[in-house]
């Protein structure tokens, strides 16, 4: 299929349709209004389903409804609506549900603001919800990217039966690149009979699925715990992915960043370069599970002096970059957020007098 | 080699669909590009901007504080923006509602009546393809047949105005002196 121009919130509407997600429910909210505004037209073409529910509350229950039934189903919202579906989250990763919840980050906390951030890092990574439970979190530099990652975040939601997020910031909702969509998956029917409330007359079956999460019995909900606990070890031995840029040789320092933000200090890394400077960056594409032992490697190379973690918030990722690089390396953070990037000339900056300190 | 170019004027003056049809034309030209929009509150008949960016290579900051080249459909846009542009850049000023100069002569300046321009042709809502065809005229960022294809593309399900269109696309490279 030829490039088009789109937008990153219709591009990733698109990707989910394409991935054979035909259950959409929704709240509006900006940065990512316009996935609702294009999939309310683009479901009826598929003949799937979108409804628009009465608040973030609602429609995160209607995941997990559909979920539980065994249909492949998503949603998408910004970080307030996010926090209101955070309980339903809970409740689906306790189930052992697959869905997909979209985040396009706006500044926070509270209403915040409408721009760009990244400020739910720690709600996505560390606990979105109440209990010991994970999200499979990725984070797209780029429309395509986001196109990529929707696709396959259905796959990894039933391969794992837990939610999977996509977190992106306003950027990424907002901006138009050129996208090339994947063909259509196939969509093979996932067998969920042991576990879906899809009927019995459905499923030919004669013993009744639950689809619960509520384990009053402590050695019973131990061991749901230590199932999840499993899944999310799994995840981390099969699911870590990211990019580096600028690193095959010697460098003097190491950015890790990831979406957006990315490629505000790949420009930052540009400039350095042409100045003689050799920066290089990790930028996590899986955020959790992060990749700890990549970037440990990356901050231990021999040369590199410094490890500079940029974000979009007031300094999230940083404690998972501290404890990747295990006190082998100085490192240290540097954001802005509320809707203020960091521009390039500010990255320089900062790198250029951490090297100068270390 | 990237190239910035900032659109900026009122709402309603079809200044996300100036950008939206460069950045389309550039794409089709194989080049990297990314339309960033600004969205922040804004009330009807507020200001509107958006950016597009042109590269060789995939785009990196997609955040530009200083653009090379800026189109200012409305003072308030050019006051804001004209002292952002780099050096050498194109500034065109829609002389239609701005009856100031950028205030810099390190740039190249070209103002355009849009409106009067559109008007002639018989509908002044194509005073944006007026400003960005004198634009690409003047600047040779995209390919003007690529430029009318879009146009033609993009107005694929209105087609009665597409042969205006065209007219205003012809009327804004003349209003730029025709192709260097």
Not at chain 2, 127 to 146: D, G, M, S, Y
Request: charged fraction near 20%; glycine fraction near 10%; aromatic fraction near 6%.
């Amino acid at each position: 299929m030829a490039k088009v121009l789109m937008k990153g919130n219709e591009a990733i509407g698109e990707a989910a349709i394409r991935a054979g997600c035909l259950n959409y429910f929704a709240y509006p909210i900006t940065p990512q209004s316009e996935v609702a505004e294009y999939l309310s037209r683009r479901m009826g073409e598929v003949d799937g389903v979108f409804l628009q529910g009465e608040s973030e509350v609602a429609v995160s229950y209607m995941i997990f409804g559909a979920a539980g039934a065994g249909a492949r189903v998503f949603t998408t919202s910004s970080s307030p609506g996010i926090s209101l579906m955070s309980e339903a989250m809970s409740y689906i990763a306790a189930a052992q549900c697959p869905a997909v919840f979209v985040n396009i980050m706006r500044g926070g906390p509270g209403l915040g603001g409408i721009l760009p951030s990244q400020g739910d890092y720690f709600q996505a990574t560390k606990s979105v919800g109440h209990g010991d439970f994970r999200l499979l979190v990725m984070a797209p530099a780029s429309v395509q990217e986001a196109v990529e990652m929707t696709m396959q975040a259905f796959p990894l939601a039933e391969k794992y039966r837990n939610p999977v997020m996509i977190l992106g910031d306003g950027l990424i909702g907002q901006m138009m690149e050129p996208v090339e969509f994947p063909d259509h998956l196939k969509v093979e029917p996932v067998d969920n009979s042991s576990w879906a409330t899809s009927g019995m007359d459905h499923r030919g079956s004669k013993t009744r699925n639950l689809v619960k999460s509520l384990f009053l019995d402590p050695a019973a909900l131990n061991n749901n715990n230590l199932v999840l606990k499993a899944k999310y070890e799994r995840m981390q031995r099969e699911e870590v992915r990211w990019e580096t840029y600028n690193g095959d040789g010697d460098y003097d320092a190491l950015i890790v960043s990831y979406g957006t933000m990315s490629r505000v200090c790949r420009t930052a890394i540009d400039n350095m370069q042409a100045e003689g400077l050799t920066v290089a960056m990790l930028r996590p594409q899986t955020l959790f599970p992060f990749p700890e032992q990549a970037v440990y490697e990356a901050a231990t190379r021999e040369q590199c002096r410094v490890v500079i973690s940029v974000e979009m918030s007031m300094g999230q990722m940083v404690e998972d970059v501290q404890r990747s690089v295990k006190g082998h390396r100085p490192v240290q953070w540097y954001g802005k957020c509320g809707g203020e990037v960091p521009t390039p000339e500010e990255i320089v900056e900062v790198v250029t007098e951490s090297l100068a300190a270390n | 080699m990237q190239s910035e170019i900032m659109f900026a004027g009122f709402g309603g003056q079809g200044i996300l669909l100036s950008g939206k049809l460069l950045a389309l034309a550039a794409m089709e030209e194989g080049a990297e590009v990314c339309w960033i929009p600004s969205y922040g509150p804004e009330m009807r008949g507020g200001t509107a901007y958006c950016t597009v960016v042109i590269g060789d290579r995939p785009i990196g900051s997609p955040i530009i504080r200083n653009p090379r080249h800026l189109i200012a459909m409305n003072r308030p846009s050019l006051e804001k923006f004209a002292p952002v542009v780099k050096p050498e850049g194109v500034i065109l000023v829609n002389s239609s509602l701005i009856p100031i100069d950028s205030g810099r002569d390190d740039v190249d300046e070209l103002k355009v009546p849009t409106v009067e321009i559109a008007r002639e042709l018989g509908n002044v809502r194509c005073a944006n393809i007026v400003a960005l065809a004198a634009f690409v005229a003047r600047t040779q960022v995209v390919k003007l047949e690529n430029l009318r294809e879009c146009v033609k593309t993009e107005f694929a399900r209105k087609p009665k105005v597409i042969p205006v269109n065209m007219e205003a696309i012809e009327a804004g490279v003349k209003a730029a002196g025709g192709i260097p």
